[in-house]
């Protein structure tokens, strides 16, 4: 069964300094998506990046950043030159291909002024 | 990706009634999803609904309480039926990329918040 484990409850980021997020994750299978949502008080859900299992590259969204370690089922979130408007809870997310999305419980990060 | 919309955005029901929410999309799309997300808690996927076959129910979920309908690729319902108070969540549907056939990325629709007194 497909888990994704996310053990920071709450984070805090000055404006512009670098956060990072962590997840940990584990699935049987070989061909599998991770992402990181974003949900803000309006309670959209934005998807915020997206790593594909079989590339060794991490992938990178402007700002956003993942560190993803497969041998470790280790996925985190960098957010550089943080902005208020990235206060939000911030859920981890695991996909294999064609089926559901497994979450994690989510971090409140919150970026103070 | 595409622009997902959802009805109600949020609505206030007594209990023992049903509600009936809205998703539509722009574009045409293969897969579509309902989520729940009580308070304070991560989303739990309820059923998956592909377009010409009957929804697909998870673990904890039954058509009766949740019976979903999928008449065309660009619209979807999710019914609450014989509320609750513990039916006091936000329900989300989300869709795979337009043109996919399997997904491998969801979008989110903006959220239907639900309270039931």
């Known amino acids: 069964a497909q888990t994704v484990t996310q053990s920071q409850p709450e984070m805090s980021v000055q404006e512009a300094e670098t956060v990072t997020l962590s997840c940990t994750y584990d699935t049987s299978e070989n061909n599998y998506y991770l992402f990181w949502y974003k949900q803000p008080p309006s309670r959209q859900m934005i998807l915020v990046i997206r790593q594909e299992a079989y590339k060794q590259q991490n992938a990178t969204e402007n700002r956003f950043s993942v560190n993803f370690q497969k041998a470790a089922k280790s996925f985190s979130l960098k957010i550089s030159d943080s902005q208020l408007g990235d206060t939000a809870m911030y859920f981890c997310a695991l996909m294999e291909y064609g089926n559901k999305l497994v979450f994690g419980a989510g971090t409140i990060l919150r970026v103070k002024s | 990706s595409a622009v997902i919309s959802q009805k109600p955005s949020r609505d206030i029901c007594q209990r023992g009634t049903s509600l009936t929410i809205q998703c539509q999309v722009d574009s045409q799309v293969t897969m579509m999803f309902w989520y729940r997300q009580q308070p304070g808690q991560s989303l739990t996927l309820i059923a998956t609904a592909n377009q010409g076959s009957e929804a697909t129910y998870e673990s904890g979920f039954v058509i009766d309480k949740f019976p979903i309908s999928r008449p065309n690729l660009t619209f979807s319902t999710l019914t609450v039926s014989n509320m609750s108070p513990e039916d006091s969540s936000i329900y989300l549907c989300?869709?795979?990329?337009?043109?996919?056939?399997?997904?491998?990325?969801?979008?989110f629709g903006p959220g239907t918040r639900l309270t039931v007194l």
């Open positions: 989300s869709v795979g990329r337009p043109g996919q056939a399997v997904a491998d990325t969801q979008y």
